[in-house]
């Protein structure tokens, strides 16, 4: 099975930051990685797809970057709305399920 | 709109058997996979499984494999992910959720609103 490895873990940062976060795969997938954000009690929600595709919606503050095993979402200036945690996932047709990333957690500095 | 709309919270004793739901509407129910996905409190997202409404096509995580089930009934719309007997470790939010095209392998761009299961004596 194909592992997902975030980091960090948990991030603090103040509004208007710039934060990366990382997201490594224990194989090849391409470019077959999501990104999604969860806040506390909500079902996650889709950021980018195709590891750089924003979903429509998304504000352009986000971006994904990344092929291969080595992907990270960017968000170029933090905001109130975007303290959350977030999930990478790969989707990659040979491998048996989407593997989730353990998830980053963003708080507040 | 295109939306997935899951039953309500569940509060159960171990031993006990359980199938929560997950309504599609909005969209050609058999044309899209469904998949679920646990979240155990506190911690974070785990694929178990996804089906495919128009012929029942299902594939397990191996993690999940043998400990769940799911299904679909096509004529309502409704995927299913049921349990024969629970346990306590399945305490847990289950989320279905649909990929964004006709594949199985893509993100889930459509949610539902998620189902508290919790095992309790």
């Known amino acids: 099975d194909i592992q997902m490895t975030q980091s960090p873990s948990t991030l603090s940062a103040s509004v208007g930051d710039r934060v990366t976060i990382t997201c490594r795969a224990s194989q090849s997938i391409s470019s077959w990685l999501a990104w999604y954000q969860q806040k506390p009690g909500k079902a996650p929600k889709l950021l980018i797809y195709?590891?750089?595709s924003l979903e429509s919606g998304v504000p352009s503050r986000f971006s994904g970057s990344g092929s291969g095993t080595e992907f990270t979402l960017t968000i170029s200036s933090l905001q109130p709305d975007d303290f959350a945690t977030y999930y990478c996932?790969?989707?990659?047709?040979?491998?048996?399920?989407?593997?989730f990333g353990q998830g980053t957690k963003v708080e507040i500095k | 709109e295109v939306q997935l709309v899951q039953s309500g919270a569940e509060v159960k004793k171990p031993g006990e058997s359980l199938k929560i739901s997950c309504k599609g509407s909005?969209?050609?129910?058999?044309?899209?996979?469904i998949g679920w996905v646990r979240q155990m409190p506190g911690k974070g997202l785990e694929w178990m499984g996804i089906?495919?409404?128009?012929?029942?096509?299902?594939r397990y995580s191996p993690s999940f494999q043998g400990q769940v089930t799911i299904s679909a009934d096509k004529s309502i719309s409704t995927a299913y992910l049921q349990w024969s007997s629970l346990k306590a470790s399945d305490t847990a939010m289950y989320y279905c959720a649909r990929p964004a095209t006709v594949t199985p392998h893509d993100a889930f761009d459509i949610w539902g609103q998620g189902t508290m299961v919790t095992v309790s004596s």
């Open positions: 089906i495919y409404p128009g012929d029942s096509d299902t």
């Open positions: 195709k590891a750089s």
């Open positions: 996932q790969q989707y990659n047709s040979y491998s048996p399920g989407g593997t």
């Open positions: 909005g969209y050609s129910f058999t044309s899209y996979w």
